[in-house]
């Protein structure tokens, strides 16, 4: 019932007011990013949605226009060298990720949810295939954004969206709490810029590593 039907009303609300109450601090976002790299405000990325169907994802641009097409940017030789000078304040603070209300607001994204994973993300798709969480709307943020986003090795990462999934099918106040906890967790998450790793995707993971080997 949360999912199919309270689930929707809450997403449809909260972007349609985020749309009218972000309007303006969007254009002033809009003007930056074109003086700063003279361009499109906006790039848009094939991601993969609910059932595993592609859909248009919609960014303000956080990297130079010559930045190669459809790469992760774990994935970036240098990854810093293609960032903005605004680019770097919208990732540290998350403001890049502003225009998916419209996606919220279509229908094809949920405010709570595992990421949408690039349509090349086959590590990612395969891991998640696993717990069930491509059967689920992708979201702004999630279970897994609030506990380690950026540095999180692919597998751990698929398994707390799967934790995820697993609450929302234990029913109404399963679901809706987790999602409140996944909302009130990105605000800190975003305050502290806690995970926020260019090209960190495994970071954790390496610094154990890194650790073990010095002592």
């Not at 395969?126 to 279970?143: F, M, S, V």
């Not at 950026?150 to 398994?159: F, G, N, P, S, T």
Request: charged content about 30%; glycine content about 8%.
């Amino acid at each position: 019932m949360y999912c199919r039907f309270f689930k929707r009303i809450i997403d449809f609300v909260l972007s349609f007011l985020g749309c009218i109450i972000l309007a303006i601090p969007m254009l002033l976002i809009i003007i930056a990013i074109k003086i700063d790299d003279p361009g499109p405000a906006f790039f848009k990325q094939q991601r993969v949605g609910k059932g595993k169907k592609l859909f248009w994802l919609y960014k303000f641009r956080s990297m130079k226009v010559s930045t190669p097409k459809d790469v992760p940017t774990h994935l970036l030789e240098n990854p810093e060298q293609y960032i903005s000078r605004i680019g770097r304040i919208l990732r540290k603070t998350s403001l890049d990720e502003l225009p998916q209300i419209f996606n919220i607001l279509c229908g094809k994204m949920s405010i709570i949810g595992p990421r949408p994973a690039l349509w090349n993300q086959e590590d990612l798709i395969e891991e998640r295939d696993k717990y069930g969480a491509n059967d689920i709307k992708p979201g702004l943020t999630g279970w897994a954004q609030i506990n380690g986003r950026d540095e999180l090795e692919i597998d751990v990462k698929a398994e707390l969206d799967g934790e995820y999934v697993e609450k929302l099918k234990k029913g109404f106040f399963s679901g809706f709490s987790m999602d409140i906890k996944c909302f009130f967790g990105t605000i800190k998450s975003v305050l502290s810029s806690d995970g926020v790793v260019e090209g960190g995707t495994g970071e954790i993971e390496r610094r154990e590593r890194d650790t073990a080997n010095v002592q």
